[in-house]
């Protein structure tokens, strides 16, 4: 037995308005937040630019030298600004 799927679509303001209302509503929610990109890295996207352990990543957050971003309500994904890392060290700075 197959499940028919019905597609709606809104025929009055008044139904945009609330499917719009919805969405906005959903984007809202703590659970549906969407996944930083861009300015923000992964704590193994910083451990490779700063080629360090998870280990020693976890020691700079306890040490208070980065702050992390939680966005997820249950703490699970892990965040670290772009900005934060890359002023660790002077522009002018060359490892050798």
Known sequence: MQKATIEFTPSTNFEKFVLASLAEIKRQLPNNQPTPTGDYLTPTEVCSILKISKGKFYQFINDGVLTTIKPDPK??????????????????????
């Open 75 to 96: 703490g699970r994904k892990t965040y670290v600004l772009r900005s934060q890392v890359e002023n660790l060290f002077p522009k002018d700075f060359v490892k050798r």
